[in-house]
C-alpha cells in the first residue's frame, strides 16, 4: 500500500504521543518532557522521554528513538503499513485505497547463492603443462577424457533459491534511514561534524540525521535481498560488468 507522505503527516499530527506511549509506558511530567523507564530495554532508572512539542521519543540508555509510528512498529514487532491503518482509524485519516500505481513501489526481494565454479578439465590440463618438468614418468593425456567428466553445466545445478517476497519500497525507504542513524555512533568524525555546524543530539536525532559509511558498495552489503528496490530508488545502480 503507497502511503503519500502528507498522509502520514496528517496522521503525526492528530496523534498525540505522549498519550499513546502513555498507554504502554507509565510516564511522569518532568518539566518539558515525559520520562519512565525504557520498554525496550531494562533499567531502573528512568532514561526514557517523550517530547510532546516535538512528537518524538528517545531514550538516553539505549537510544531507541523516533515518532509514534516508529513506537508501535518496534515495540509489537509490527510493519508500516500495518501500524498506519491502526493510527489512521484512530485519527479518523481515510488511507488510500490500493490501485494499480501501488504495484510501481512494490519490487522482488531475491537473493541467490551459487556455488563455486567448477573449474574446466582444459584449464586443468594447463596447469598441468605448465608445471616445472619433473623427473616422473611421463603420463599420456587422454584428448577425449574431458568430454567424459566435465559436465559445463555442473555449476548451475547447485544454485539454491530463496523464496521470492514482495517488498515495498516505503518500508526500504525506512530501513536504510534506520541504517544510516545507526552508523552515526560509529564515526566520530561525522559526529565532530555536527557538533562543529552547531547540531545539538536533540536536533540530530530529531531530523534522523545519519552517515554513510565510505564503502561505497555500503547499500548492496546492507541489505542483498533487496537490490531490486534499492535500484528502483535510484540509491544504486549496474555497471558494466552488471
Keep these: 500500500m503507497a502511503i503519500p507522505q502528507h498522509t502520514i503527516d496528517q496522521?503525526?499530527?492528530?496523534?498525540?504521543?505522549v498519550d499513546l506511549i502513555g498507554q504502554r509506558v507509565k510516564l511522569k511530567k518532568t518539566g518539558r518532557t515525559y520520562s519512565g523507564c525504557c520498554p525496550f530495554h531494562q533499567e531502573k532508572s528512568p532514561s526514557f522521554h517523550v517530547y510532546r512539542d516535538k512528537q518524538y521519543y528517545h531514550c538516553f540508555?539505549?537510544?531507541a528513538n523516533g515518532n509514534a509510528i516508529r513506537f508501535l512498529m518496534d515495540i509489537?514487532?509490527?510493519?508500516?503499513?500495518?501500524?498506519m491503518k491502526d493510527l489512521a482509524s484512530q485519527t479518523g485519516i481515510e488511507l488510500p485505497k490500493d490501485n494499480q500505481d501501488n504495484k510501481r513501489l512494490s519490487y522482488k526481494r531475491e537473493i541467490k547463492k551459487v556455488s563455486k565454479p567448477v573449474q574446466a578439465p582444459a584449464a586443468q590440463a594447463k596447469e598441468q603443462i605448465q608445471s616445472p618438468i619433473t623427473n616422473?614418468?611421463?603420463t599420456p593425456i587422454d584428448p577425449f577424457a574431458e568430454f567424459q567428466s566435465f559436465d559445463p553445466f555442473e555449476q548451475f545445478e547447485n544454485v539454491t533459491d530463496v523464496p521470492v517476497q514482495e517488498g515495498n519500497l516505503y518500508d526500504l525507504l525506512e530501513n536504510i534511514a534506520q541504517f544510516y542513524e545507526q552508523q552515526l555512533p560509529k564515526s566520530?568524525?561525522?559526529?565532530f561534524y555536527f557538533k562543529q555546524r552547531g547540531l545539538s543530539q536533540d536536533t540530530v536525532q530529531f531530523w534522523r540525521l545519519g552517515y554513510a559509511p565510505e564503502d561505497w558498495q555500503h547499500l548492496e552489503k546492507a541489505f542483498p535481498y533487496d537490490i531490486e528496490g534499492l535500484k528502483q530508488l535510484g540509491l544504486i545502480r549496474s555497471s558494466e560488468s552488471g
Design 136 to 138: 616422473t614418468p611421463y
Design 11 to 17: 496522521i503525526l499530527d492528530r496523534t498525540d504521543i
Design 188 to 191: 566520530q568524525s561525522a559526529q
Design 61 to 63: 540508555g539505549c537510544q
Design 76 to 83: 509489537d514487532s509490527r510493519n508500516f503499513v500495518d501500524v
